[in-house]
């Protein structure tokens, strides 16, 4: 009679956006005015939560910690941007640090990085690098790379080496992922086998929220040996129930949504 074999995966994925950031401020007023920069003295990796995402933060590890015991995340790992990390951080105070059998910063989990065109508005990329942003126009985010940065298949490499370590070190346990808006879209094309056309038209359909959560489930019936699946996209209710608003500001700039 064939062994059974191991669970590999967690028993349950939870893929959460940071909370809003002074940089999602600082982009939107750029924009308004079309201006040409970001006005925002930090490094990307340095920009911290704005108030509106400390509250949205508060809100989501009130919802975590009202879940019973065995369902809250045991383990969480997070980008080493100061958003991602102080969201993290403030869920993890809300869960108990005691109750944690891991909680690491992992650098998989950074922003996309966007090379020359970093903090510049979609009005400044098409008018300091025309050339780059008709090729980005042409070859689209999942490939197009900008010089010094990279692409969503990138990042999506990345990932792929943290599932690994993932499904090595914490299977059947319960993981808590902090990162950001393409962290997130790229996590879901690679749990769920997406190609480029389904994540961009995802993508297309709007920007994922800060402090949502994106969660998938190990389902023992599904597949050959088991998986995950997903379980809730995007999910606001715990910040809707605390009477938080709700926000799905960039990171970042981009060219516009082809």
């Known amino acids: 009679m064939a062994m059974s074999m191991a669970q590999k995966w967690p028993q349950q994925i939870w893929l959460v956006r940071h909370g809003q950031s002074a940089g999602n401020v600082a982009r939107d007023a750029a924009e308004a005015a079309k201006g040409m920069m970001i006005d925002i003295a930090e490094r990307d990796v340095d920009v911290p939560l704005s108030e509106l995402g400390k509250q949205q ?19 969480v790992l997070h980008s080493p941007y100061l958003r991602a990390a102080d969201t993290a951080r ?10 944690l059998l891991s909680a690491t910063v992992d650098e998989r989990l950074r922003e996309k990085e966007f090379g020359i065109l970093d903090r510049l508005t979609t009005h400044g990329i098409a008018e300091q690098y025309p050339d780059l942003y008709k090729q980005r126009q042409h070859v689209g985010k999942f490939y197009f790379r900008p010089p010094g940065g990279e692409s969503w298949c990138d990042v999506i ?33 690679l749990l769920e086998r997406l190609d480029e056309a389904t994540i961009l038209e995802y993508d297309r359909l709007g920007d994922v929220p800060n402090c949502s959560v994106t969660s998938y489930r190990f389902d023992p ?38």
């Open 57 to 75: 933060s508060h809100a989501l590890a009130d919802w975590f910690a009202a879940l019973p015991a065995d369902q809250q995340p045991n383990v």
């Open 90 to 99: 403030i869920v993890k105070a809300g869960i108990g640090r005691d109750k």
């Open 157 to 189: 490499l990345r990932l792929r080496s943290l599932l690994d370590t993932i499904t090595r070190e914490f299977a059947q346990e319960r993981v808590l992922i902090v990162g950001h808006q393409v962290t997130v879209n790229c996590f879901r094309y």
């Open 221 to 258: 019936a599904a597949g050959k040996r088991g998986k995950l699946v997903l379980d809730q996209v995007n999910f606001v209710a715990p910040l809707e129930a605390a009477g938080t608003p709700v926000t799905v500001s960039k990171d970042v700039p981009a060219a516009p949504k082809a």
